[in-house]
Structure formats: structure tokens, C-alpha cells
């Protein structure tokens, strides 16, 4: 299985789903100053790659599932119980495929490979240019997800060997959260972080996607055949406003997102045809919905209105079926956290060389330098950020927001785009429809980041 560089070419993009193509789903385009004609769309052409259909479904549910569900119980409590959990996200995962199905599109009329490039030749120099740095932004804000829960994962553990509770006062210096997250990520993510190629975490990457199977598994068993000390907190059974429906929105973002690197694996199938991958997408969707849903809902009738935002934290450390999901789960973040971060890193030397104007080929020999600097800012940061943000639940809500950007409002902008480009004289009915579509979805993740946006910053300085 080959390995694949940040500045591979896309042809050694296959179908196999290892975190070194995981990586490219998301990597920053050439750094020209405009994207390609269509003249100069890549000289294999469309219909060239190796993916089955099979396949392409495997590897979108892999690209949307992942630490994400650990918050969809607390989703589902947000929102006001089951019914409205389960109605809120049927009716997002409406607006989710079509978002994707319009990428597609949008992709197969711009002769664009990556997510980036397809918003940038669609939608002009400045959306896309702000696509790339959403990018950056909302990879450099999971990282710090990541962070956040490899402690809080470690807690729980290390309450179990310590033998006792975690953050009791006159606990050893070694087992304080900040020291046990700054050394797993020193450890670990850090050396992980530098080289150019990520294609050896392709083991680790087929562990981490066992285990957030694994995790969904034990959340449902535990629900079935609960822990006698387990006792539920209130069950909600209506929300208490539409403000509280609304707040779990950026959650179900954050969970379903696989927009930014949808675009990559439809030009990776062997039929890269929109209807084709309408119904990859959809069923797609469908068994991440079931994986969402059944760890939403049994997780939020376990715990009740008491579940945490991270629902791992609400059961009890002694566990050791749970002992071993979080095992999974500090896994799975392990080996994504350097996969986001190649992500981030290669969009923001993309910005950087377009701006200095200089081609990769060019620059080869300060190419190292930077991305040792890079990555070690990138990495200070984070590990900074999540040492003083403990809840994870704020980190992820902004997130979600930004993933609203990318669901909702670039395939949006993008559809409108397409849509005024054509040059009929007399627009039939289809047309009209479409453009309001594009503007319906713009309005509904502009208006789901501008919530979260708000949360973040007024409710904070009110508290």
C-alpha cells in the first residue's frame, strides 16, 4: 500500500482507506494563483480512479465517524429527549446529502479534485481563499478536541490503577491531568506530527476505526443490561424552547461532517457519476445515522438529563468493558490528531506560498524548516489551549459551527454559483428552485455558525 506525501500527486490516491489518503482528502491545493482551467484538469481524467462503490461507502461513514459520537448523547439531552434527537437530526441529514450530492456536482462541472479547489474555481479567488482558512481553523479547533479528550479519557483510567477518585486532592504530580496530557502529546502526537508522510498510520488508523465501533457497542449494551449503580437522571421527553433544539445543532455538524473530503473520494471512484453518488452518500448516511442514533439514544436514556458531555465520563471508572473503550478512544485520537494536523498544515503552506508567490518546486529547500516551525507552533498551541479548556462541550460546539460552514453554506454558495453561471435566457422552474435551495442553505449554516459564534464568546462573558 503506497504511502502518500503532503505533495503527492492526486493519482496516488487509491481506494484503500489508510490515514496517508485520509490526509489528502482534505490537503491544500497547488498554490497557483488561480485554480485550473478546464483544459487542464488532470490528465487522467474522470472515471479513471479505483474505487468501487462498496468501497466509496466505507470509506465516507469512516471519514464521518469518529470521536464526535462521544457527544451526541448530551445532543440528544440538549435538545429536549429522544423524539426531538431523533426529528432534529432526520431532518439535518436531509440538507447533509444534499450538500454532498451538490459538491459532486459541482466538482464534475469544474474538473476539481479537492474540496478547496472546487470552491475556489466555482465561487472565485476571495470564498475560496476563506474556504481554505475555515479549513485551518476548524482543524486546528479538533486537535484541541482531540487533546481535551485524550484527558479526559486518562483520568478515568488512571483513577483505576491509582485506586482512587480522579482529581482527588494529594494525588501524586504524576497523575495531574495537565502533566498526563502534556505527556502523551510530547510522546506521542508530536513525533507523529513532523515527518512529511503519514502513510505508516494506516494500522493504527484500521484500529481506531474498530474501536469507535466498539465504543458504540458497549454504549448500547450498557443501556440493554445497565450497572446497578447506574441510576438515570431526569429523561426529558419534550425541549424546553427551540433555542435548546437549535443548540444541539453544531454537535450533529461536528458528527456528520465529511463534506471536505467527500469531493476527492467521488473523483476517486471508477463511475464518478452524481447520481451514482447520490446513492453512495445516502446510504452512506443511513449507517452513520444508525451509528449516531444508537449512541445517542442509549446513551441519553442511561444517564438521563445527567449525561456528560462526554459520555464515557458518566460511567463508572471501574468499568472495564468502558475501561477498554476509552482505551479505543485514546487510540483513535492518537492516530487523528496527526492526520488533522497534516491536513491544517498543508492548507496553511498553501496560503503561505500563494501569498509569497512562490511554487512548491521553487521553495523545496526551506520546505523542511517550515513545516518544523509549523508544526511545532501548531502543536504548542493546542496543547496549551486544551490544558486551560477543560469542557470539551464548548470546544465542540464551535466546531460544529464551523462545520456548519462546510455542510451547509460553501456547497450552498457553490450551487448558486453554478446555477447563475448558466447562461439560458429563460430560467425554467428547476433553475429558480435550485438557486433558492443554494440560498436556503446558506441562510441555515450561516445562521448555525452565527449561533454558536454568539454562544461562545456572550455567554461566556456573562457567566
Known sequence: MAQVSINSDLGEWGSSMDSGERARLLQSPCVDTAPKSEGEASPEGPGRGNTSTLGAIFIVVNACLGAGLLNFPAAFSTAGGVAAGVALQMGMLVFIISGLVILAYCSQASNERTYQEVVWAVCGKLTGVLCEVTIAIYTFGTCIAFLIIIGDQQD????????????????????????????????????????????????????SVVGTWYVTAIIIIKYIWPDKEMTPGDILTRPASWAAVFNAMPTICFGFQCHVSSVPVFNSMRQPKVKTWGGVVTAAMVIALAVYMGTGICGFLTFGAAVDPDVLLSYPSEDMAVAVARAFIILSV????????????????????????????????????????????????????????????????VIGGLAACFIFVFPGLCLIQAKLSEMEEVKPASWWALVSYGVLLVTLGAFIFGQTTANAIFVDLLA
Request: hydrophobic letters at 45%; proline letters at 6%.
Open 156 to 207: 478515568k483510567i488512571i483513577a483505576v490503577m491509582a485506586k482512587e477518585p480522579e482529581g482527588a486532592s494529594g494525588s501524586p504530580w504524576y497523575t495531574d491531568r495537565k502533566f498526563t496530557i502534556s505527556l502523551t502529546a510530547f510522546l506521542f502526537i508530536l513525533p507523529l506530527c513532523i515527518p512529511r508522510e503519514i502513510g505508516f498510520q494506516k494500522y493504527a488508523s484500521f484500529l
Open 334 to 397: 492518537l492516530t487523528s490528531y496527526p492526520i488533522l494536523h497534516f491536513c491544517g498544515r498543508a492548507v496553511v503552506e498553501g496560503l503561505w506560498l500563494r501569498y509569497q508567490g512562490m511554487p512548491v518546486e521553487e521553495d523545496v529547500g526551506r520546505e523542511r524548516r517550515r513545516r518544523v516551525l509549523q508544526t511545532l507552533v501548531w502543536f504548542l498551541l493546542t496543547l496549551l489551549l486544551a490544558l486551560f479548556i477543560p469542557d470539551i462541550g464548548k470546544v465542540i460546539s
